[in-house]
């Protein structure tokens, strides 16, 4: 399983292809991203699912364009469609992006799994940030979303979001192997283990 990553968009939100034996599943594609296409082609790579990590504007912003460019279905945890069509709840005009509502064809639960060439990367419901987030783990790697990034966390004080939530998500992330490659919603990759020695949200806990 390999992985390339595309900073997008304002807020460079972190789009991740995820590819293994010529298939590739899209995260969170924040922009339309000529560069995501490019690379695509590049490698030979046919796209079998867009995935969102959470519903927020700035992960979802390129979904109806990417899916119209690839024909791919788009995946979201089932708490959070909602946000994929309410700006109230996926905040695009707070910092102006207009999101074109896409609906999702496959609402992803805690343990479904996600298949990508010969291997799958599984579910795992992570909520705190927003209702529905989610971490996709497998392969020695965990993509994130908006959960957990290097010496950070997401904020828990935006519309659907919840503390408590937050902190057992974290409880949960932290029991995974330390050696885990973390590639985050927005700045630079890291690993578990670094982040249980020195990010504060985790060493609180
Ligand atoms: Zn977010
Ligand atoms: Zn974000």
């Not at 304002?10 to 490019?38: F, H, R």
Request: aromatic content about 6%.
């Amino acid at each position: 399983m390999q992985i390339e990553s595309f900073a997008l968009n304002a807020l460079s939100t972190n789009c991740y292809v995820v590819y293994d034996s010529g298939e590739a599943v899209i995260v969170d594609p924040g922009d339309q991203s000529q560069a995501v296409l490019d690379f695509l082609e590049d490698k030979g790579l046919s796209v079998v699912a867009v995935v969102n990590t959470h519903g927020h504007s700035d992960h979802i912003h390129g979904n109806a364009w990417l899916l119209e460019k690839t024909g791919a279905p788009l995946a979201i945890h089932e708490d959070d469609a909602a946000f994929l069509v309410d700006p109230a709840l996926h905040l695009g005009p707070q910092i102006r992006m207009d999101v074109v509502p896409t609906e999702a064809q496959r609402l992803l639960r805690d343990g479904d799994r996600i298949v990508i060439g010969s291997g799958s990367l599984e579910v795992l419901h992570t909520p705190g940030h927003t209702p529905g987030g989610i971490c996709l783990y497998g392969h020695g790697l965990l993509i994130s979303g908006d959960t957990l990034f290097k010496r950070s966390v997401g904020r828990w004080d935006l519309p659907g979001a919840d503390e408590r939530a937050l902190q057992d998500s974290l409880r949960r992330l932290a029991k995974l192997p330390p050696e885990t490659k973390v590639f985050p919603g927005h700045g630079p990759s890291t690993t578990l283990g670094e982040e249980l020695e020195s990010n504060p949200f985790l060493t609180s806990l």
